[in-house]
């Protein structure tokens, strides 16, 4: 019941404007007990019988066009998706409406259209209202958004592009992605040179794209030059370890290409320069291949002492117990309670709305934002006084 109350100051607030600019015998003062009326089957919770005195209204006004709206919004934000619809479509449909009051039920009306699934609808009164200049802002992010469901990606890039020209809103990011998401899309159609193409307008229009640099590294890397793909590798690891999971397997494909059979020094340089989980793992089995067990063991306790993560606790568990004869109980049970709380743990998160993720996703599922998704960094630790004096000694 708490959203009927919602609409109560816009009824007390309809009814004093309208008690104080009408005389009481003029035709739209009888109006005013319609209206609440309607506004009584809504707290009596009869939304039916309330929409139908509110279409019944012999006219809309300025006034009460608000309260439609208000209305329609309300239902919309319960789920009531019909409702809603029969409220929006009943002001369009009034001859008298003026023209941005109608851009603004048009609108509306779209929305509704959306969440109840109707895109051919809602795309087909979006692009009137951006014809018609009507509400053309919102109109053209409401197209986006529906291109991007349908992941429609030329029509994203066009109608990216037709925004940016009218609003002050910076959208490289998203033209970007777009340009991106069309250039996966001509690798999977074998048109390596479109790829290339858009991956370059990626770029043009947004100098920091990680995704575009990644995706080019890829290209190189399965046209046959490694080496190329290794330093667009480490230009992406040079901005900061929020993509290190996304290309160290690709860094490490360019290496084993190219030859190299030790490359702890190079991991152990980009680790000092940017220290993250994955990084930490393939570090310490270079350092186990190259010097030992007890190499790689001194390692994770310096790790840890530093920071707070747990899959190198568990790679510390598991080398104890590899150079141990028996095994005791309470490792186990240890690297049990690890593995579950690992299997649990995100390894991205969207840093505009916390959404947690274990797979890379260019446009966040929960806000919609594109780039906004980054790996989690290990939480730094300062090392306890006992650790301290273990590694000076």
């Known amino acids: 019941m708490e959203w009927l109350f919602l609409l109560l100051p816009v009824a007390a607030a309809s009814g004093w404007w309208a008690a104080r600019r009408r005389p009481s ?13 309607g506004l009584n089957y809504l707290l009596n919770e009869q939304p039916d019988k309330a929409i139908d005195v509110f279409l019944k209204l012999a006219e809309v006004d300025s006034e009460t066009v608000e309260t439609h709206l208000a209305l329609g919004a309300l239902f919309r934000r319960r789920g009531e998706v019909d409702r809603a619809i029969r409220i929006h479509q009943n002001l369009v449909a009034r001859p008298t409406l003026a023209d941005p009051q109608r851009g603004v039920a048009l609108y509306e009306l779209g929305r509704d259209y959306m969440l109840a699934g109707l895109f051919d609808r809602a795309e087909n009164l979006f692009r009137e209202l951006v014809e018609r200049q009507l509400q053309q802002r919102r109109a053209l992010r409401a ?11 030329p029509r994203c890039l066009e109608t990216a592009q037709a925004l940016q020209r009218i609003s002050d809103a910076p959208l490289s990011t998203e033209i970007a992605q777009y340009h991106c998401e069309l250039a996966e899309q001509c690798l999977r159609d074998s048109k390596p040179e479109q790829a290339r193409s858009h991956l370059l307008d990626a770029q043009a229009v947004d100098a920091d794209c990680i995704r ?23 230009r992406v690891a040079q901005r900061g370890p929020q993509y290190l999971p996304a290309m160290l397997p690709g860094l490490l494909a360019c290496w084993q290409r190219l030859g ?30 190259e010097a030992g067990e007890a190499a790689a063991r001194a390692f994770l306790v310096d790790y840890l002492c ?8 568990e790679r510390l568990l598991m080398l104890r117990r590899r150079g141990q004869h028996t095994h005791s109980v309470e490792d186990a049970v240890l690297l049990e309670v690890i593995a579950r709380h690992l299997a649990a743990q995100p390894v991205y998160q969207c840093d505009h709305c916390g959404f947690e993720a ?36």
Do not use: N
Request: aromatic content about 6%; some cysteine.
């Open 358 to 393: 274990r797979e890379l996703h260019w446009q966040c599922p929960s806000c919609k934002r594109w780039g906004s998704i980054k790996a989690v960094e290990p939480e730094p630790i300062a090392a306890p006084p006992a650790l301290r004096q273990r590694q000076i000694a």
């Open 212 to 234: 575009a640099s990644l995706v080019q590294a890829r290209m190189e890397l399965e046209s046959g030059d490694p080496e190329t793909a290794a330093l667009l590798y480490r």
């Open 260 to 289: 190299r059979d030790s490359v702890t020094g190079e991991l152990r340089t980009l680790f000092e320069q940017h220290p993250s989980p994955p990084l930490m793992l393939r570090l310490c089995d270079a350092i186990e291949a």
């Open 143 to 153: 197209l986006i958004e529906i291109y991007q469901a349908e992941k429609e990606w």
């Open 25 to 37: 015998s003029s035709p739209k003062a009888e109006r005013e007990p319609v209206f609440f009326r």
């Open 306 to 313: 530093r920071h707070a993560d747990l899959s190198g606790a």
